[in-house]
């Protein structure tokens, strides 16, 4: 409940500063792709003569469900780092209605939280804290952070601005900064996947101890 409550919080803001955009589309259908990741299920639904790739808090689903999507807000050129491929277009949605099964089908399934580990240059999802202390041998590596959106700024020198906090480390090391081309908000819970950098000086008085650059920008 809690995930869909943030995801549909989520999906409001976007209207106004995210990259989604609400769209109306034939809902129902037939599922013929699905798959599970991270916190999430994605699944491929046939319409009348048209398919569409749509994402909902995980769930169980098969292929052949005949399910009912949920209006959502559509993100273009969607990168997903957990399953590593772009989807050309994607509706975030809230909840996927299972016709002809029992109501329960529809609840999202408690997913597991990451493992966090410090060996550098793992895909594993790291902490804030671990970031700082492992900054030198991860340097000019990809880096997955999982944390709260806590500032956003956005088109500054031509990139997007954002911090992330996940309560881990101290002041000085609890604070992650990070740059992308996605748009997002204050209080989002995502997934940061981007190039790590350290004694960043953009000049102009934009100094970074530890930054992520060029991130992709998954919410949780």
Request: net charge neutral; with cysteine.
């Amino acid at each position: 409940m809690k995930a869909i409550l943030l995801l549909f919080a989520a999906l409001c803001a976007a209207a106004i500063v995210g990259p989604g955009t609400a769209v109306a589309f034939d809902r129902a259908g037939v599922v013929v792709t699905t798959m599970n990741a991270g916190s999430y299920t994605y699944l491929e639904v046939e319409t009348k003569g048209s398919r569409y790739w749509a994402a909902v808090p995980q769930m169980e689903l098969t292929v052949g469900d005949q399910v009912d999507v949920a209006p959502g807000s559509e993100m273009k050129s969607f990168f997903s780092p957990t399953l590593n491929r772009t989807f050309d277009s994607i509706i975030f949605t809230s909840s996927v209605k299972v016709l002809g099964k029992d109501a329960s089908a529809d609840k999202p399934a408690m997913s597991k939280p990451p493992v966090r580990q410090t060996q550098a240059g793992s895909n594993t999802i790291k902490t804030v804290e671990q970031v700082y202390a492992d900054r030198e041998s991860l340097k000019g590596k990809q880096v997955q952070v999982r944390g709260k959106v806590v500032k956003f700024t956005p088109g500054i020198m031509g990139k997007n601005f954002l911090h992330i906090q996940d309560g881990t480390g101290k002041e000085g090391t609890n604070d992650l900064t990070v740059t992308s081309q996605q748009a997002t908000k204050i209080g989002d819970k995502v997934t940061i996947s981007g190039i790590l950098d350290t004694d960043k000086d953009f000049g102009a008085g934009y100094t970074y101890k530890v930054i992520l650059e060029n991130a992709n920008i998954t919410p949780d």
